[in-house]
């Protein structure tokens, strides 16, 4: 398994990204990207938290299913409630993660970090963002597409201390050799398309030259994790 990452702050002033990638007790491999959502306060605490919640109730849990994701979960949401309460303040965050536990991956999601699961250059799986848009588009209210760019950026689904909010998308997958996963904030993937990335992971110096360009390019904070096998 070969694993790499980037973050950086983009046109912001502070990275309210954070990524996590550590090892669970039983022996899987833990990746997650939180992002602190924009116009929130103090996002970037809030994506910390979230992260350490979700993986600490992971280290110790029986077995790695949807359940238990959704109770990590529920467990962050629970720390950011009691924070934003302790603080006076509204934050969150979105998440995307993926667990690899032998030869089965679990992805889950809540909010706009994307996932994708990629075999021979053809995305096989990727998620599908808990957004306003993805939700006006499933019940057909949006009949033209310029009527989109004002609802480009709300979720509908985060970790800000609503448990009606944080439901997470889940899918298991089995894996092959020479399968990639990538997560990606929307700081990336509103920023290149996956086919991008992907030229990206090929060449030698790959994800340093593709942060070369976030660099010149990224209005967002950007955070990208690539997996190999």
Same mark, same amino acid.
């Given at each position: 398994?070969?694993?790499?990452?980037?973050?950086?702050?983009?046109?912001?002033?502070?990275?309210?990204?954070?990524?996590?990638?550590?090892?669970?007790?039983?022996?899987?491999?833990?990746?997650?990207?939180?992002?602190?959502?924009?116009?929130?306060?103090?996002?970037?605490?809030?994506?910390?938290?979230?992260?350490?919640?979700?993986?600490?109730?992971? $280290?110790?849990?029986?077995?790695?299913?949807?359940?238990?994701?959704?109770?990590?979960?529920?467990?962050?949401?629970?720390?950011?409630?009691?924070? $934003?309460?302790?603080?006076?303040?509204?934050?969150?965050?979105?998440?995307?993660?993926?667990?690899?536990?032998?030869?089965?991956?679990?992805?889950?999601?809540?909010?706009?970090?994307?996932?994708?699961?990629?075999?021979?250059?053809?995305?096989?799986?990727?998620?599908?963002?808990?957004?306003?848009?993805?939700?006006?588009?499933?019940?057909?209210?949006?009949?033209?597409?310029?009527?989109?760019?004002?609802?480009?950026?709300?979720?509908?689904?985060?970790?800000?201390?609503?448990?009606?909010?944080?439901?997470?998308?889940?899918?298991?997958?089995?894996?092959?050799?020479?399968?990639?996963?990538?997560?990606?904030?929307?700081?990336?993937?509103?920023?290149?398309?996956?086919?991008?990335?992907?030229?990206?992971?090929?060449?030698?110096?790959?994800?340093?030259?593709?942060?070369?360009?976030?660099?010149?390019?990224?209005?967002?904070?950007?955070?990208?994790?690539?997996?190999?096998?």
């Amino acid at each position: 398994m070969k694993m790499q990452q980037i973050t950086g702050t983009g046109k912001r002033e502070s990275n309210q990204d954070f990524i996590c990638i550590d090892k669970l007790e039983s022996g899987a491999s833990f990746f997650l990207i939180a992002d602190g959502m924009g116009g929130y306060d103090r996002g970037d605490e809030a994506a910390k938290i979230v992260s350490e919640n979700i993986f600490t109730f992971l $280290n110790y849990a029986d077995n790695i299913n949807e359940q238990n994701i959704q109770q990590a979960v529920q467990k962050a949401n629970l720390a950011i409630k009691q924070f $934003n309460i302790k603080n006076n303040i509204k934050s969150g965050a979105t998440i995307g993660g993926i667990i690899v536990n032998k030869n089965i991956s679990h992805f889950f999601w809540v909010g706009d970090v994307m996932v994708y699961l990629v075999s021979k250059d053809k995305v096989l799986f990727q998620t599908k963002s808990h957004t306003l848009i993805n939700s006006l588009l499933e019940s057909d209210s949006i009949k033209e597409e310029k009527s989109l760019e004002r609802y480009k950026h709300i979720v509908t689904r985060s970790i800000s201390g609503k448990p009606s909010e944080s439901s997470i998308g889940y899918q298991s997958i089995r894996f092959s050799e020479d399968d990639i996963f990538i997560i990606c904030s929307d700081g990336v993937h509103n920023t290149i398309s996956v086919e991008q990335i992907l030229e990206y992971i090929k060449k030698g110096n790959g994800l340093q030259e593709l942060e070369s360009q976030f660099l010149k390019e990224a209005q967002d904070n950007y955070s990208v994790v690539t997996i190999a096998f």
